[in-house]
């Protein structure tokens, strides 16, 4: 992205939210996988978009990609990837629970009804999507203080140091505390947890979902 487009893009996120973007990275950043001895994420239980319970031992026994979302975002087109993904790998054991969040810059101000809408009109998605959820802050949902213990951030993939910057800068300004700790960065963060539940890999926003398929691929063996 050239300088002048890319400060651009910095004012206008900085105004409103983000700007068109689905810049793909050279390298994924993949945390270390981290090994529970519990049945740890099979024990909570969410809310799916009609607002119903669902206990997430619903999916013991395949491999789970975790996403936060929004609509209203840069990163938005990402659904395209992931509903390609889905329907590649869903007869393997794979599944995708989508849950919108609206804490970065309000990119997700609808009603769980109007999400869901937005998401089968736009991208045609097919996988789960679930109750609008905080994922960061004294209001986060259990699963994501789950996932972040098990995966704690392990920083920006490389060659993404402009957008991880851009970000900073925004949670700074905005003062989220969201640039801190183990702290979900932005819309689309995502998490890939193996069949049994107990290996969990964070991958960060700027991470397409194609350039995932390694990693999912080998949790499917």
């Not at 003062?175 to 819309?187: E, K, P």
Request: aromatic letters at 10%.
């Amino acid at each position: 992205m050239k300088k002048a487009l890319f400060l651009a893009v910095v004012a206008l996120m900085m105004a409103t939210s983000c700007n068109n973007q689905n810049k793909k990275t050279e390298q994924v950043v993949e945390t270390e996988p981290v090994v529970e001895q519990t049945s740890g994420i099979y024990d909570i239980t969410v809310k799916d978009i009609d607002g119903s319970d669902v206990s997430l031992a619903n999916y013991k026994g395949k491999v789970l990609l975790i996403v936060n979302v929004a609509s209203k975002c840069g990163l938005t087109p990402q659904y395209e990837a992931l509903e390609a993904l889905y329907l590649k790998y869903k007869d393997q054991g794979f599944e995708i629970l989508a849950f919108p969040c609206n804490q970065f810059l309000g990119q997700e101000p609808g009603t769980n009804e109007e999400i869901q809408s937005f998401c089968s009109l736009n991208y045609n998605v097919t996988f789960p999507l679930f109750d609008k959820i905080d994922v960061n802050g004294e209001h986060e949902s259990p699963l994501y203080t789950y996932l972040k213990e098990q995966a704690p951030f392990k920083g920006y993939p490389e060659g993404t140091e402009e957008f991880a910057a851009m970000l900073d800068e925004i949670h700074q300004k905005t003062g989220t505390g969201f640039d801190q700790g183990d702290a979900i960065r932005w819309n689309f963060g995502k998490f890939l947890v193996s069949r049994d539940g107990k290996t969990i890999l964070r991958f960060e926003p700027m991470v397409t979902p194609d350039m995932m398929e390694e990693a999912i691929e080998e949790m499917l063996k």
